[in-house]
């Protein structure tokens, strides 16, 4: 084990993991945290904590995250390299390794222009791929990237993200090995509803081996209306919700959308579920965390293992 992390036992011992995330409140009162944390408490192997998603100003993902470790979940610490220069990247794993957070998840991040402070100058000194790269070098050899030795390497599970379905299709694949060549143990994919394309990037990506060498959680967001899906399909950057699925949750009455997009996420995770090459979920109920307990339970993934510490 490289980490000590329980999101990792659990993946070495077979078990299809689940994760969620909880989003940091725009504020500093924890209880908003700490909510939403008892609603992912028992649910999930892991929880991610976001990183001022959508470049608008939160709580930062390591205070979450470590208000989520003392709620009783093990928090997965999401960093972006938008925001910080490569001396922030390594202090901030070093602090977060100390404190006790042993997943990293590597990011770029949103850009700036869609966030509340558009005029904020984006740092971009490293990418997430050198991200990736610079904490297995600071774990694995113990040393910084400037070849300096460090008084106690850092223990993270290290993971990365990616988007099957964006343009051009051609360089999905090809990116995930360069995250797995960095150093990435594990993957979460964004929200799947194009089932066609996404087993599609699994085949070119077994092809490669890859499902061999890197934990592949696939990504499921419930669709709370048809209001939602058609929002989501127009105006967020790489997702792609087929007609016949907007057509599925439309055709419902109103009142009745939520309980179906529902039943349509644990359909999704029952799905991947059998996909060769599949090892867990990332279940991204966005401010909907109430609905976690449904859809895991519903999708037969409760109790959760007990793995050894």
Not at 128 to 148: H, N, T, V, W
Not at 233 to 243: F, S
Request: one cysteine or more; glycine letters at 8%; a negative charge.
């Amino acid at each position: 084990m490289k980490s000590g992390s329980n999101l990792e036992k659990v993946l070495a011992a077979g078990h299809f993991a689940v994760t969620a995330e909880c989003g940091p409140p725009r504020g500093a009162n924890p209880n908003k945290v700490l909510e939403k944390a008892e609603h992912v408490k028992g649910n999930v192997d892991a929880c991610n904590v976001t990183d001022n998603q959508t470049s608008v100003v939160r709580m930062s993902s390591l205070a979450g995250c470590i208000l989520v470790k003392e709620s009783g979940t093990e928090p997965l610490l999401q960093m972006v390299v938008r925001d910080r220069n490569r001396i922030a990247i390594q202090s901030d794993l070093l602090g977060a390794s100390a404190l006790g957070v042993r997943n990293l998840l590597c990011l770029s991040g949103d850009h700036q222009k869609f966030g509340d402070d558009p005029q904020a100058k984006n740092v971009f000194d490293i990418d997430s791929i050198q991200l990736i790269y610079l904490a297995k070098m600071m774990r694995d050899e113990g040393i910084f990237p400037s070849g300096d030795k460090l008084e106690g390497a850092p223990k993270f599970y290290i993971g990365c993200a990616v988007n099957p379905f964006a343009d051009p299709y051609e360089i999905r694949v090809a990116r995930l090995k360069l995250k797995v060549d960095a150093g990435a143990d594990f993957v979460q994919t964004q929200c799947i509803y194009n089932m066609d394309i996404f087993k599609q990037y699994m085949e070119d990506a077994k092809k490669q081996g890859l499902h061999e060498r890197v934990k592949i959680l696939a990504g499921v967001t419930p669709l709370k209306s048809a209001g939602m899906a058609k929002f989501m399909n127009r105006m967020v950057a790489g997702i792609d919700i087929p007609e016949d699925v907007i057509k599925r949750i439309a055709d419902e009455p109103k009142e009745k959308q939520a309980a179906k997009g529902i039943e349509m996420c644990i359909e999704q995770i029952q799905e991947v579920k059998e996909m060769e090459g599949i090892a867990g979920a990332h279940v991204m109920a966005i401010e909907w965390e109430e609905k976690l307990n449904e859809i895991i339970g519903g999708a037969g993934l409760l109790p959760r293992p007990a793995v050894e510490q």
